[in-house]
């Protein structure tokens, strides 16, 4: 059995997570509000109670907006000595350039899309982090900082992982990356990257 580490892992449940199937992967829940009941509480900024090398995949949704830019490569630091040495991220994270094209056209305030409750998230909530949650004192939910592809994916090589795979999902508003702590030809890349991607 694998284990990866949910890192930001909130109320989520691990049949909602693609690619993370149960009969091989085991799951290691991380979060900085103990309301969620997770395994490890903590931050990303601070994850010195996971050993290193000790997971084989990491996985982060919507979680490194939530630290300021000079922060981020304290994350990825993190994240990379945490991973055995075959070890992947996979994190998705909102995409600025498709934000902005509706801010662009002054639809700051207007709805993108819905979540699965049914609630409408607008521009705003995506570059400053979701206005129901912080009006209600949940001020974990404030974003510090936003990426392009190419700004990711360069703090990622910049922190030491070796290949990294992924691109922008428009329809989602989202940037999605697999990022590898080794060296990999092409094709085993896309292999490994293609089940946790958004279809």
Same mark, same amino acid.
């Given at each position: 059995m694998k284990t990866f580490l949910h890192v930001g892992? /909130?109320?989520? +449940?691990?049949?909602?997570?693609? /690619?993370?199937?149960?009969?091989?992967?085991?799951?290691? %829940?991380?979060?900085?509000?103990?309301?969620?009941?997770? +395994?490890?509480?903590?931050?990303?900024?601070?994850?010195?109670?996971?050993q290193d090398s000790s997971v084989d995949a990491i996985y982060s949704s919507h979680n490194i907006e939530h630290v300021f830019p000079h922060e981020v490569p304290i994350?990825?630091?993190?994240?990379? %000595?945490v991973l055995k040495e075959d070890g992947i991220v996979v994190l998705c994270c909102p995409d600025l350039q498709t934000v902005c094209?509706?801010?662009?056209? +002054?639809?700051?305030?207007?709805p993108l899309y819905k979540t699965s409750n049914g609630i409408p998230i607008s521009p705003i909530d995506i570059l400053y /982090?979701? %206005?129901?949650?912080i009006a209600q004192g949940n001020e974990y939910m404030a974003h510090k900082g936003g990426f392009t592809y190419s700004v990711l994916d360069n703090a990622f090589s910049e922190a030491g992982f070796k290949a990294r795979y992924g691109g922008r999902n428009p329809g989602n508003f989202e940037l999605f990356i697999v990022a590898f702590k080794q060296e990999l030809?092409? +094709?085993?890349?896309?292999?490994?990257?293609?089940?946790?991607f958004p279809h």
């Open positions: 892992c /909130g109320p989520q +449940d691990i049949s909602q997570i693609q /690619g993370f199937n149960k009969e091989i992967w085991s799951e290691i %829940r991380f979060d900085i509000d103990k309301n969620v009941n997770p +395994d490890i509480e903590g931050t990303i900024l601070d994850m010195s109670q996971v994350v990825l630091k993190e994240f990379f %000595r094209e509706a801010v662009v056209n +002054d639809k700051l305030l207007e /982090g979701w %206005r129901l949650p030809p092409e +094709d085993k890349i896309r292999e490994i990257a293609n089940p946790f």
